[in-house]
């Protein structure tokens, strides 16, 4: 059970809770169910047996208190209209009672708590999202920045940062966005927010955490267990209550690091480099990138010698568009077959390791950072159209 006490004028508080937030509009229309109190029809009257009517034990008890007067209303069962069965003050005449103004009557304690969560507006928060973090209870947490958009070196508006460094896929970042929506309101579940009532929903050791930075506010949600119902119970720091999430609402924090990426291995626009050095299989390439696009005067030059810049280009287009296989982790015995290391215009600086783990596979590393998995026979072909950069002879792409 549970009581409404009025604190200010309409203004009220659920007792022994006054510290918690409520949905004052929620109770004031509850209340004005009560106050303008009309049955839909007389039943019967000079009823003894209550039973029939589940009046004997009633699914809601309403008492209500004002000016020293004390008035009783009892819900029952469902009528054969689908409204409830309804007695006042202990009498004998049952009445039918509307389902709609039943309905606040029925509901927990819980119903009457400000629902508001987060505060996010798509459109006049979203641009200032900086910093994205999913944490996992039996994995690496991944990180997500939004990059400097001036710098324009990337074609993707975020890039993760760890455990690897890769472009944010686009299309996966409007799951972000659909949960910072989601969490904007959620069902309150319990007003107990004690450790050992985080325990006991699995939020004390969360299998999933998503925070979200909007300029220098950080938002963080942790989820626990699910539920057999298909939701996951949830607690945002600094908020008073345990909410319930839709399972479907989460999907995007439950995937590997490589669903999060962009399909390609390597992002970082053809031209924003100054040159690009390739190692393996006992050679060396030095290539050296001159001119302009905008001046159309762009020219490669490899090895002390000018090449087709057409055919560089294929060279890079196939470099970056090797596409991720799988996800796997580095072994001792893994073979460093291909380095490249990219010189970039803003001074920065990248490195790529690709080492073979077998025919198939290829671990792949850039700036120190690796989970991804490459084919091995894509990663081979950069050596050979390395040399045939250098030879003179056309690329040929596979796509």
């Not at 029925?106 to 508001?116: E, G, I, N, Q």
């Not at 626009?269 to 001159?290: A, E, M, Q």
């Not at 091995?376 to 040929?396: A, H, M």
């Amino acid at each position: 059970s549970f009581a409404f006490v009025k604190r200010l004028t309409k203004t009220f508080a659920i007792e022994g809770h006054e510290s918690l937030p409520v949905d004052n509009s929620h109770i004031l229309s509850a209340l004005s169910a009560f106050g303008s109190l009309s049955a839909k029809t007389k039943v019967a009257d000079n009823v003894t047996d209550f039973e029939q009517y589940g009046l004997n034990s009633p699914l809601s008890t309403v008492t209500w208190i004002c000016g020293g007067q004390k008035h009783v209303m009892e819900l029952g069962t469902l009528t054969p209209s689908e409204d409830y069965y309804m007695r006042l003050d202990g009498g004998s005449t049952v009445y039918s009672y509307g389902a709609d103004n039943a309905a606040y009557f029925l509901s927990p304690r819980m119903d009457y708590y400000k629902t508001a969560l987060f505060d996010f507006d798509d459109e006049n928060d979203g641009p200032f999202i900086n910093k994205l973090v999913i944490g996992k209870r039996d994995d690496d947490d991944i990180v997500i920045e939004l990059q400097d958009l001036t710098d324009e070196t990337q074609d993707s508006a975020y890039i993760i940062k760890e455990p690897i460094e890769h472009a944010l896929s686009a299309s996966k970042a409007v799951g972000f966005t659909d949960l910072m929506n989601a969490l904007t309101s959620c069902t309150v579940y319990d007003d107990d927010v004690s450790p050992a009532s985080l325990a006991k929903y699995g939020l004390d050791n969360p299998v999933y955490t998503f925070s979200f930075t909007n300029v220098q506010v950080v938002n963080t949600a942790r989820f626990g267990n699910l539920s057999d119902n298909g939701y996951y119970y949830m607690y945002a720091d600094g908020h008073d209550f345990i909410y319930i999430v839709d399972k479907d609402a989460i999907n995007i924090l439950t995937h590997d690091i490589a669903y999060y990426c962009e399909s390609m291995s390597y992002t970082r626009s053809y031209d924003t480099i100054d040159s690009l050095t390739i190692t393996g299989g006992g050679k060396r390439y030095d290539i050296v990138i001159t001119g302009t696009t905008e001046d159309e005067d762009i020219k490669a030059y490899i090895n002390n010698k000018y090449v087709s810049y057409s055919n560089f280009s294929d060279l890079y287009a196939h470099i970056i568009g090797i596409s991720i296989k799988d996800v796997g982790t580095k072994q001792p015995g893994d073979e460093l077959i291909v380095q490249i290391t990219v010189n970039c215009k803003d001074g920065t600086q990248d490195v790529l390791r690709y080492y073979r783990q077998s025919e198939l596979d290829t671990f792949f590393e850039l700036n120190g950072k690796g989970r991804l998995i490459l084919p091995t026979s894509s990663v081979e072909k950069i050596l050979e159209f390395s040399q045939k950069l250098y030879d003179g002879q056309e690329i040929v792409l596979d796509w």
